[in-house]
């Protein structure tokens, strides 16, 4: 995610949540360097998604995660944690985490084909509606099992040819129907666009 994707997704994040971060954490964050990686799914040059992960030693964090509106249902969110995932491996996480809303069965579906599990609830974690938060894990993220569900996920988004290829896994084809339904064919490919050393948020 660069400085340039952010008004794009600050418009799906004020529509995806109650209480929608500002410019200023996105901004924030993104400047952390490999402590954040935040990838956007983007279709041509629009922006449809997002996905963020926080590092912390041998654990990472899915910190935020949401989907265009006109784009949902389609595999996107999916494709980002994919992407998280396979940044993860790369950087030697053992274990993911998050939290999310305990009324939010559609976000706790998606987790649970990743292999998260509910392991415990954070009492009133989102204050502003009297909500809590369940915690969920992904432990030993590389284990065949885990790495197994990945495959099978992969494989589904390949089928429905929103991957074209598992070594090129970056990559939409570019003309993706089924992803653009009823919009003319763009070039379509997912940026795992993460480096944010020194600040370099800028372009
Ligand atoms: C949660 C969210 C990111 C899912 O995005 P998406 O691109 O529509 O999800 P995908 O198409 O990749 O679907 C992945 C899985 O999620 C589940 N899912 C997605 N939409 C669903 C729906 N409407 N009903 C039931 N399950 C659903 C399914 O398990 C699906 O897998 P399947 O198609 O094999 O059954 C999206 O709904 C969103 O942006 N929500 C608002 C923000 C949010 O709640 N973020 C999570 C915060 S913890």
Redesign the pocket.
Same mark, same amino acid.
């Given at each position: 995610m660069r400085r340039r994707h952010l008004p794009a997704v600050l418009r $799906?994040e004020n529509r995806?949540?109650p209480r929608p971060w500002s410019l200023g954490i996105f901004l924030s964050e993104i400047s952390l360097g490999e402590a954040r990686q935040y990838f956007v799914a983007t279709l041509g040059s629009k922006v449809i /998604?997002y996905c963020g992960m926080m590092v912390i030693l041998d654990e990472g964090h !899915?910190t935020?995660?949401? @989907?265009? /509106?006109s784009?949902?249902? *389609? /595999? @996107?969110? *999916?494709?980002?944690?994919l992407n998280a995932f396979d940044v993860a491996v790369g950087l030697s996480i053992k274990d993911m985490t &998050? +939290? @999310? #809303?305990a009324s939010?069965? $559609?976000?706790q #579906? &998606?987790?649970? *084909?990743f292999g998260f599990e509910p392991v415990g609830i954070r009492k009133n974690y989102y204050a502003e509606s009297n909500e809590d938060a369940l915690i969920m894990w992904c432990y030993d993220i590389s284990s065949s099992e885990n790495c197994q569900r990945r495959q099978k !996920?992969r494989g +589904?988004l390949e089928e429905a040819g929103l991957i074209t290829s598992v070594q090129d896994s970056a990559e939409l084809p570019s003309e993706s129907e089924s992803l653009l339904g009823e919009e003319p064919p763009l070039q379509g490919s997912f940026e795992d666009v993460v480096q944010t050393q020194g600040g370099d948020v800028d372009e």
């Open positions: $799906i995806s949540y /998604g !899915i935020n995660i949401a @989907v265009d /509106g784009y949902l249902t *389609k /595999g @996107v969110a *999916k494709r980002l944690l &998050l +939290e @999310v #809303r939010n069965q $559609i976000a #579906r &998606l987790y649970f *084909k !996920i +589904e």
